[in-house]
């Protein structure tokens, strides 16, 4: 008898919802090109069809909802001159992060492990966002020689108290009560409540019940007494500003000498172009639509796929696994302003969007 492969996403209705099941937990549920091919079709029929009054998105396993793009791929691609594939993962990822924020019912992201990169940008753009107790997520991608993409350009400077500004440029790791005190997340529930949330919310009736019946109040945030002074750290107009800042507050002494002077330490070890362009990102995002956002950032990618920093942090993280990446430029003293800019200027194959619900 023949052994089918696990479906990579499980795509079906349940009661009155479309359900989309992440089905990879041994890859932490990483995003590919195959995946994002099945989800969106899926997502068009069941926005046209009056049977399916929600979607709820969902990941199997306990460690991940989703932990990102499947970068390595993506590497191995542009390694082998294959560029323009890469960018077909991206092009298509970005149409479906703006699908899932244009999407004319209820779109219920129940994510209950690690959710980075990609993960976010299935989850970050619909309504309603439930955080479970295994909940922990962060933007990387500037560790990586990347940026904070798939819509973080909309997101993250939205976020209040500069905490998106910190998230994009740090990679910092958060949990559950961080992500409902900033936004991230609008709601938390224990793990154990998950499957009966999902009954509920399968079974019909008002989804902003159904969510409440089966959430709890989190715990109190662990950046709740550092607030104010990321807060007005991160608030700073610009990435020198900021460094400045961080490295006065460490030398100054106080409750947060140890947490400034580290944050600035561990800043200056990451792409000096792509926390450039992160910066940029915080600076424009607020003016963009979600759909400007991921139409800028798909500029962006298309010259950082054709660059140096996102092979080489791939290289240092994923492949050698060395945390010795070579950056070009090296500092962010050498980096051109200018070549910066550049990155969001408009390209021949510009990313060509879908008509919500179309």
Request: hydrophobic letters at 45%; proline letters at 7%.
């Amino acid at each position: 008898m023949e052994i089918r492969p696990e479906p990579e996403v499980i795509l079906e209705r349940k009661g009155e919802a479309g359900v989309i099941t992440l089905n990879r937990p041994k890859a932490l549920n990483a995003l590919n090109l195959a995946m994002v091919r099945e989800i969106l079709p899926r997502l068009r029929e069941w926005a046209n069809d009056p049977a399916v009054t929600r979607v709820i998105i969902k990941a199997t396993g306990e460690k991940a909802f989703c932990a990102g793009g499947d970068v390595r791929t993506l590497y191995d691609l542009g390694r082998a001159g294959h560029t323009a594939e890469a960018l077909d993962f991206w092009r298509e990822e970005y149409v479906l992060n703006h699908y899932i924020g244009t999407f004319p019912k209820p779109y219920v992201s129940l994510i209950d492990g690690i959710c980075m990169g990609g993960g976010f940008g299935l989850s970050a753009h619909g309504p309603h966002r439930v955080a479970g107790e295994r909940y922990l997520f962060a933007m990387p991608e500037v560790n990586i020689g990347l940026f904070p993409d798939v819509g973080g350009t909309h997101v993250l400077p939205r976020l209040p108290g500069a905490f998106g500004v910190f998230l994009a440029l740090t990679g910092t790791r958060i949990r559950a009560p961080e992500a409902c005190a900033c936004g991230l997340a609008t709601a938390f529930a224990p793990s154990a409540a998950f499957p009966a949330l999902e009954e509920a919310l399968c079974a019909g009736g008002d989804v902003d019940a159904a969510i409440a019946a089966h959430t709890t109040a989190p715990a109190p945030s662990a950046f709740a007494d550092r607030a104010e002074i990321i807060a007005d750290l991160f608030s700073r107009g610009s990435l020198e500003a900021i460094l400045a800042a961080l490295e006065a507050a460490g030398a100054a002494g106080g409750p947060f000498a140890d947490f400034a002077a580290a944050t600035a330490k561990d800043m200056r070890t990451k792409s000096p172009t792509s926390l450039s362009i992160a910066m940029e990102q915080m600076r424009r995002g607020p003016a963009l639509d979600l759909g400007e956002c991921l139409q800028a950032e798909f500029r962006v990618v298309t010259r950082v796929a054709a660059g140096h920093d996102f092979y080489e942090g791939v290289r240092a993280v994923l492949v050698d696994r060395d945390n010795a990446p070579r950056w070009k430029p090296e500092t962010l003293a050498q980096v051109d302003p200018a070549a910066i800019a550049a990155h969001f200027d408009p390209i021949p194959d510009e990313l060509e969007l879908l008509a919500p619900g179309a």
